[in-house]
């Protein structure tokens, strides 16, 4: 299109084009004051992307500085790209197609090999290379069944801390803790600083609870939201929502659960992007207390720079096989990949298997195996021996987990 215009936006346009995000996503109002000055702390220089057509704004792509922890637990740099919108009357012109094109090849450059995100529709992101990486549940427990079984372990200590209190431990400790998985990510203080904007304290109802171990170490947390339906409690209900819950081990995870099922005059406890793994089913007396109300999708990757993302994971015990890449936005990525036990390396070996970039987002993390994508007909197989192989090289001890909004 010849009056469309991608570039990096200037610090003076981060406002309108965060109102012409939030408006995208049907938010009707505009953002407060006070809430602006919290979210512009996640524009970092360089990383947000306006599309002018006609020279009026019209369309826009950011990413938040970050990283992502790999199978084997190594920790890659990683963009974590969020604030897309394009203006309601002026989409499918291809402004997103120039945004993500401008915002993969400024990924390329800066040397971050992987970028990642959440998506609000899960056609929109494969045709730019991008894989559901990761799912979560969301979590419902009645209170009524909500009782732990005393295997369960205790120990420690929960304190509730106010907003202010939570800036200052939440993002040390978060990051000390969030490691061993493979899908964490690091939230930088821009995010911490959006996420903590509604906590009780900064004017808003989350609160915000922290674990000590018994040698008195903080070792987790948990975020939750109250909501009630009624002013009195004869009648009404009250729904706590978990939003963000971390602990360093599952002592620590069992103490925050056992905090917020154990609250006073509470109905349900509802938990969003959950891992899932966790052990809850397990810790209740009455296992069918918790009930899974949702698979969501978690984190959707793009392999930026695929050499770079191979061999930076682990893989598992088996033959190798060599894999064909095909790539038609970042072409330099295209190619055939020998990956076995020992790492992943490009090769001219003839390839076994064949897929898309974005079916390699999907893998890379270890949620899906390749035989599930290869009976789903989106992978091509060329030696039917080589699926079993790429199913152990892939998998992972324990299924990925991002569970940061973003
Ligand atoms: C999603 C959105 C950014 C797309 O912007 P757009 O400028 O209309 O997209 P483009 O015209 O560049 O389309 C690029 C391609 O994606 C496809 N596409 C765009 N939006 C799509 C959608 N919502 N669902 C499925 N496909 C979509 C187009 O058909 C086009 O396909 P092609 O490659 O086969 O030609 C825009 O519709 C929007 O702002 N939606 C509401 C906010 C939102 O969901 N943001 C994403 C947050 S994660």
């Known amino acids: 299109m010849n009056d469309l215009d991608v570039r990096h936006l200037a610090e003076s346009e981060y406002r309108a084009a965060h109102e012409l995000f939030v408006a995208s996503l049907h938010h009707t109002e505009r953002t407060p004051e006070e809430r602006w000055a919290r979210s512009v702390t996640r524009y970092e220089p360089g990383r947000a992307f306006g599309a002018f057509l006609g020279g009026e704004l019209s369309g826009t792509a950011m990413s938040l500085s970050s990283a992502l922890e790999v199978p084997g637990g190594a920790v890659l740099p990683a963009a974590a790209v969020t604030g897309v919108g394009v203006r309601a009357d002026r989409t499918r012109r291809g402004l997103l197609r120039a945004?993500?094109?401008?915002?993969?090849?400024?990924?390329?450059?800066?040397?971050?090999?992987?970028?990642?995100?959440?998506?609000?529709?899960?056609?929109?992101?494969?045709?730019?290379?991008?894989?559901?990486?990761?799912?979560?549940?969301?979590?419902?427990?009645?209170?009524?069944?909500?009782?732990?079984?005393?295997?369960?372990?205790?120990?420690?200590?929960?304190?509730?801390?106010?907003?202010?209190?939570?800036?200052?431990?939440?993002?040390?400790?978060?990051?000390?803790?969030?490691?061993?998985?493979?899908?964490?990510?690091?939230?930088?203080?821009?995010?911490?600083?959006?996420?903590?904007?509604?906590?009780?304290?900064?004017?808003?109802?989350?609160?915000?609870?922290?674990?000590?171990?018994?040698?008195?170490?903080?070792?987790?947390?948990?975020?939750?939201?109250?909501?009630?339906?009624?002013?009195?409690?004869?009648?009404?209900?009250?729904?706590?929502?978990?939003?963000?819950?971390?602990?360093?081990?599952?002592?620590?995870?069992?103490?925050?659960?056992?905090?917020?099922?154990?609250?006073?005059?509470?109905?349900?406890?509802?938990?969003?992007?959950?891992?899932?793994?966790?052990?809850?089913?397990?810790?209740?007396?009455?296992?069918?207390?918790?009930?899974?109300?949702?698979?969501?999708?978690?984190?959707?990757?793009?392999?930026?720079?695929?050499?770079?993302?191979?061999?930076?994971?682990?893989?598992?015990?088996?033959?190798?096989?060599?894999?064909?890449?095909?790539?038609?936005t970042l072409p330099d990525n295209a190619g055939n990949y020998r990956i076995g036990p020992d790492g992943a390396v490009r090769c001219a070996e003839r390839p076994q298997l064949a897929l898309d970039a974005a079916l390699l987002g999907a893998l890379y993390l270890g949620d899906v195996a390749p035989s599930t994508l290869a009976a789903a007909g989106l992978i091509e197989v060329r030696e039917p021996a080589a699926l079993d192989r790429a199913d152990r090289l892939f998998a992972v001890p324990r299924p990925p987990w991002c569970g940061t909004g973003f």
């Open 99 to 328: 945004l993500m094109d401008a915002q993969l090849a400024d990924l390329r450059e800066r040397g971050e090999p992987i970028a990642m995100l959440h998506a609000s529709e899960t056609t929109i992101y494969p045709r730019f290379g991008y894989g559901l990486a990761s799912r979560t549940y969301r979590l419902a427990i009645a209170s009524s069944l909500a009782r732990m079984r005393p295997e369960v372990p205790v120990g420690g200590s929960v304190r509730l801390v106010d907003g202010p209190a939570a800036e200052e431990l939440l993002p040390e400790l978060y990051a000390r803790i969030a490691t061993g998985r493979p899908g964490l990510i690091a939230r930088n203080a821009g995010w911490w600083a959006t996420r903590l904007c509604d906590t009780a304290g900064n004017g808003g109802s989350t609160r915000i609870a922290v674990r000590s171990d018994e040698s008195g170490a903080d070792d987790g947390f948990v975020l939750f939201a109250p909501s009630k339906t009624d002013h009195r409690f004869g009648d009404g209900s009250v729904t706590v929502r978990i939003t963000d819950l971390v602990g360093a081990g599952p002592a620590a995870s069992a103490s925050l659960w056992r905090f917020v099922l154990g609250l006073d005059l509470m109905t349900e406890v509802v938990a969003i992007d959950r891992p899932l793994d966790e052990p809850l089913h397990w810790w209740l007396e009455e296992r069918r207390g918790c009930r899974v109300e949702r698979l969501d999708d978690d984190l959707w990757v793009r392999l930026v720079d695929v050499p770079t993302a191979l061999a930076a994971r682990s893989w598992g015990a088996a033959e190798p096989v060599v894999v064909e890449v095909r790539d038609a």
